[in-house]
């Protein structure tokens, strides 16, 4: 996983970089903006428009300058504009800009509005005037700057961090005054603002790009805060033993189901099989037993007495993993179902929709749940769980101290999936696309989490591995379909996709 660090700290990993390896600063300016030339020509490739530079007169404008110099040699039409007003340069961008008039480069000099040029729409402006030691909102004729850029109706790039958006939102921050970058190219770690989102919007897509920082004393810093990625994922991935048999990977229970609403048991128990699990039982009301029965003919189906809804009290004794929730719907029988389950079994249980809700309407049941159970609520069922929140630090921080203060693992879904652990950890997912926010979505999530839980993963891993799985293969149902036509059949449909992948 990568860490997620504010901006002292990533100074701090830049310093001790140039002592170590050693290297000079502008040296390290001159890797970090080739690589990210190299990232962006690929991306700008078939757009034959002006190449529009805009420098603040710190290092993230030095990087900006190298950048341009990069497309001049590509014989790219380039215009380098440096914002100017009063403040003094960093030697790493004089020396750049040195080089750039001593081959007879003209850079313009923005003092007002007045001096904004023109840009058209087949153009691409690159955003590089303020970097990550922002500490508050950007005034004065910059800020008016931005919102002409915003204006405009070219594709935007930022270098490192949009201009105008703090790393960590710590601050208020005016809104109107950051860049809305369609792409952003971030030195080497993602950042915080990049992942929430009243911030995240800004960033648009973004890219890491790795720059030859010392990893070794990236690990050392600390912070609460990662960044799920692929190498991670293998690291923690089990790979099937030969002599393995259905008995090795769990007997998972997924509890789903009323009227009208089977589907959501379906989908669950499908993404369940498809994740690998051993063996599935489904318990289900007797609506929903010809339905499953026909539909997942490879989970074992139970029929509850009750005909609409789930009603019997169920022997947990026998399974590894339990998963309740898609579906139930909030009726008093669930509501005693539910309470007796967290009473008889002591193993992390997995909690989804109508089950989250019975316990934001039934606070004293958040006591009864086992300690390292899994909770995948969205948004809004969060903020019935706890309460609401005006800003993300905030909900960020009520997330994390839920999951501390109860033992309990809590996936909050959503645009980078934020894993709250008890040890004080929020992880973030790097899967996922918009298309993914479509009815059935989280059953399927559940299932899997369920899948996972059987086969002997702690819940950590087990979160860890189904976000990202999940995620994973919306991005490759994605690619199939498109995002406005992808549904909760898609991502079971290329669950198997993803697992191929590692």
Known sequence: MLPILNAEQIKKIDS???????????????????????????????????IHIFCGLGNNGGDGLVIAKKFLEEKRDVCIYKLYWGQKPSNDFELNE???????????VIESTSDFPKIKKNDIVIDAIWGIGLSRSIENFAADIIALINQSKALIISIDTPSGLPVTPNFEIDQETIVKANYT????????????PQTGNYAGDFTIVPIGLDNDFIKE???????????????????????????????????????????????????????????????????????????????????DSGKSYIEDIIDLNRYSSIGIGP???QKDQTELLLSSMLDQYNKPIVIDADAINIISQNKDLINKIPKYSILSPHPGEFKRLVDDFERDMDRLESLRQFSINHSLYVILKGAHTAIACPNGKVLFNSTGNPGMATAGSGDVLTGIITSFLSQGYDSEDASVLSVYFHGLSGDISKEKVGELSLNASDLLSNISEAFKLF
């Open 185 to 196: 190219y971030t030195f080497h770690l993602p950042k915080l603002s990049f992942l929430l």
């Open 16 to 50: 001790h970089t140039i002592l170590k390896e050693p290297i000079t600063s502008i040296d390290l300016m001159e890797r970090a903006a080739t690589n990210c030339y190299e990232k962006i020509s690929k991306k700008i490739k078939n757009k034959n428009g002006v």
């Open 98 to 108: 040195k080089r750039l008039v001593s081959i007879d480069v003209l850079i313009k």
């Open 221 to 303: 810093q600390k912070t609460d805060h990662f960044y799920i990625d692929k190498n991670y994922i293998n690291e923690i991935i089990k790979k099937r033993q030969k002599f393995s048999h259905k008995g090795s990977y769990g007997h998972a229970l997924i509890v789903a189901g009323s009227m009208g609403k089977i589907g959501a048991a379906v989908l669950a128990a499908k993404s369940c099989l498809k994740s690998g699990v051993g063996l599935l039982s489904v318990h289900t009301p007797e609506c929903g037993y010809d339905i499953l029965q026909k539909s997942v003919p490879e989970a074992m189906v139970i029929r």
């Open 327 to 329: 579906g139930i719907d």
